[in-house]
C-alpha cells in the first residue's frame, strides 16, 4: 500500500487544483504504462477469445476515450492524431458511429505498437496543455470528464491483466507476468483456512447507494441513493477458499445437476466444466495458473476464477445461499478500503488472516459474485449524449460483484461499487462468499 499513500500525499500537497489534475493525469496514465512493462510487443497483439482484448487494443482505447470525450470537447483548434483510430478503439459506444468489431480486435497488427505510444504520447501532452490553459470558468466541468477518464483507464488497467493472463495461459509455455512475490519458501508452512465466522445484520428499511453530491466520484450506476428492505441475515466472515471449493469438487459437484441453475448447467455440460479456470490435475494434485506461472493449489487462498453458476451451484450444495448486493454494501461500508488490492504486488488472492474487526477480505483478493442482477436503481437516469452509454445500457443479463479484486487500483474502488458481468464469465478475479436468512 506504500505507493497508494505516496499517491494520496502528493495529491494532498498539490499546490491548486490544476496542478492535482496534472498529477492525478500522469500517475494514472503512467501506471497503465507500468503494467504493460513485463511484456513483449507480440504478447501485445494477441487475442485469446472475444471476451479478451489485446494490451496493445487497451493502450489505444483508453487514449481514444481522453481524445474523443476530453480533447474533441474542451482543446481549441486539437488535431486528432488520426482520424481512422476512432472506428478502430471505438469500443460500444453508438452515438460515436461505427467500430471494428469486437471479436476481431486481435487482427490488428496495424497500428504498430510503436505508433500506439506515439498515439498515447500525442494525446498526454495535448491533455497536459489543455489542464493548464483551459479557463477558469471550464475547470470543473473538465474534471468531472477527466476524472470519469482516470477511473475509465483504471478499469482497463484491471482488464490488461486479467486479459493477458488468459493470453498466458493459452500458451504452451505457460510464461509468466511477473516472478512470484510472497510466496513460502520450499519446506516453509502456508497460511491456514481460519475458521469460517458469521456476522449478523438485523436488516429492516436500509439505504444503498452512492450520493453523488457527497463524494468525489462514484459512476452513474451507483446512483442514486435509495431507500431498500433487507430482511435479517447471516454473513460469512471471510471469502469461500480452495480447500472447501475442492470439497465441492471430490463430492461430484460438477456432475450432479441439483445444485444448478439450469443455464449453469447447460454451461457445465456445454463448456466441459470440471473446475474453476486455470485449475489443472498434474500427477493427481491440482495446480494452478497464476500471473507467476504455474504453482500447487494453496487450500487457504481464496477461490478464484469462477462463473456466477458455479458460486451460486457451491451456495447451494453448502445449504446456504451467495448475499445480494445490498447485503454485501452494509457490511462493506464499514470496512475500511484497504486489503489485497493492485498496489500489493501480488496479482493473487491470498487467504485472511482474520485478525481484528470482520468481516474480512471486503476490499481485494477477488470481486465478490452477489445474487443481485445488474439493473437501474429506482430513480435512475442514464447521461445524456454518448457518455450515457458508459453504464447504463448493459442493465441486463449480467449479474453484480462487489469489492474489487487482487489486480484493482486502491483508489478506484469504494463500497457502492457496482461492478457487472454475464453469469458465465470466468476470467476476471472473481470469487464469493456465502450468506444466509436469519
Not at 481514444?64 to 481549441?76: G, I, S, T
Amino acid at each position: 500500500m506504500l505507493e497508494a499513500m505516496q499517491d494520496v500525499i502528493e495529491l494532498a500537497t498539490a499546490p491548486n487544483a490544476r496542478e492535482r489534475l496534472v498529477r492525478r493525469f500522469m500517475r494514472v496514465r503512467g501506471r497503465t504504462v507500468g503494467l504493460v512493462a513485463p511484456l513483449t510487443p507480440e504478447d501485445q497483439i494477441i487475442q485469446s477469445m472475444p471476451d479478451v482484448s489485446p494490451t496493445k487494443w487497451h493502450l489505444a482505447h483508453t487514449t481514444w476515450f481522453f481524445e474523443v470525450f476530453v480533447l474533441n470537447r474542451y482543446a481549441q483548434g486539437y488535431t486528432a492524431f488520426d482520424e481512422r483510430f476512432g472506428f478502430l478503439f471505438n469500443s460500444y459506444y453508438n452515438n460515436l458511429g461505427s467500430r471494428h468489431p469486437r471479436p476481431q480486435r486481435g487482427l490488428l497488427s496495424r497500428p504498430s505498437w510503436d505508433e500506439v505510444q506515439r498515439y498515447r504520447d500525442h494525446v498526454n501532452a495535448a491533455c497536459l496543455r489543455l489542464i493548464r490553459q483551459a479557463p477558469d470558468e471550464m475547470l470543473d466541468e473538465l474534471t468531472k470528464v477527466l476524472t470519469l477518464g482516470f477511473n475509465h483507464e483504471q478499469q482497463h488497467q484491471e482488464l490488461i491483466l486479467t486479459d493477458i493472463k488468459h493470453v498466458f495461459s493459452c500458451n504452451p509455455l505457460l510464461p509468466a507476468y511477473q516472478t512470484a512475490p510472497n510466496q513460502p519458501a520450499p519446506n516453509q508452512p502456508v497460511a491456514s483456512t481460519a475458521p469460517q465466522k458469521w456476522f449478523e445484520n438485523a436488516g429492516g428499511l436500509v439505504e444503498i447507494g452512492c450520493d453523488a453530491t457527497d463524494t468525489a466520484f462514484c459512476f452513474d450506476s451507483e446512483t442514486p441513493r435509495h431507500h431498500t428492505y433487507v430482511q435479517p441475515y447471516r454473513f460469512a466472515g471471510r471469502l469461500v477458499t480452495c480447500g472447501e471449493y475442492r470439497e465441492f469438487i471430490d463430492a461430484g459437484g460438477y456432475s450432479d445437476p441439483r445444485h444448478w441453475l439450469s443455464d449453469g448447467w447447460n454451461e457445465v455440460e456445454t463448456q466441459q466444466w470440471k473446475a474453476p479456470l486455470y485449475w489443472q490435475k498434474q500427477h493427481g494434485e491440482w495446480q494452478v495458473f497464476t500471473m507467476s506461472g504455474l504453482r500447487p493449489l494453496v487450500d487457504s487462498d481464496p477461490v478464484c476464477h469462477v462463473s456466477f453458476y458455479e458460486a451460486a451451484a457451491y451456495a447451494s450444495w453448502a445449504g446456504k445461499r451467495l448475499p445480494t448486493e445490498a447485503e454485501w454494501e452494509l457490511f462493506g461500508r464499514t470496512q475500511r478500503v484497504e486489503g489485497n488490492l493492485l498496489e500489493y504486488g501480488g496479482l493473487h488472492p491470498t487467504a485472511s488472516p482474520c485478525a481484528g474487526m470482520g468481516p474480512w477480505q471486503m476490499f481485494g483478493d477477488v470481486w465478490e459474485w452477489t445474487a443481485s442482477p445488474y439493473s437501474p436503481y429506482p430513480g435512475f437516469k442514464a447521461p445524456p449524449g454518448a457518455v450515457g452509454e458508459y453504464n447504463g445500457k448493459f442493465m441486463c443479463n449480467q449479474m453484480v460483484l462487489r469489492g474489487g479484486s487482487c489486480a484493482t487500483p486502491s483508489d478506484h474502488i469504494r463500497a457502492t461499487y457496482r461492478n457487472f458481468f454475464p453469469p458465465g464469465a470466468r476470467w476476471q478475479f472473481s470469487g464469493f462468499r456465502l450468506a444466509e436468512d436469519l
